[in-house]
């Protein structure tokens, strides 16, 4: 059986910053994943979420050439997937999930996707979801 994960701007930031807390168990992560041969996406909101952290956090120059070099499978959202996200995010008033995180919610849900390699909090959250560990 194949497997999937979703990628989130948290582990693209990790794998880039060796100054990153989670740098070594991403790294770890990554290559497991990429061993056991997972099929890898990320959402168009994550992919310009993580250029401009990568931006912020590392300088201009690792950002674009992260960008330009980007070769994981993208999945767009679409208008159903924003409704839903606003849906999610105004049916957990107790959390504050992002636009970003709910519409990576939605994708993963309209795909039949419950793995995401993330560090971000909110992956842990929301139900349905486990995360990819090393």
């Known amino acids: 059986m ?3 994960a979703l990628i989130d701007s948290s582990a693209f930031l990790a794998l880039l910053d060796k100054n990153d807390r989670y740098f070594e168990e991403a790294s770890r992560i990554m290559v497991r994943l990429v061993e056991g041969r ?3 996406f990320t959402t168009n909101y994550i992919l310009a979420e993580s250029q401009a952290l990568i931006l912020n956090t590392i300088g201009a120059d690792i950002a674009r050439k992260w960008l330009i070099s980007f ?6 959202a679409k208008h159903r997937d924003e409704e839903r996200a ?3 995010i105004a049916n957990y008033i107790d959390k504050d999930f992002s636009l970003c995180d709910a519409i990576s919610f939605s994708v993963m849900e309209n795909l039949g996707v419950s793995r995401a390699f993330a560090f971000d909090r909110h992956f842990r959250q929301y139900p ?3 995360l990819v560990e090393s």
């Open 86 to 88: 606003k849906e999610i």
């Open 2 to 4: 194949e497997q999937v």
């Open 128 to 130: 349905g979801i486990a």
């Open 38 to 40: 997972w099929r890898l």
């Open 71 to 76: 070769d994981i499978t993208v999945i767009h």
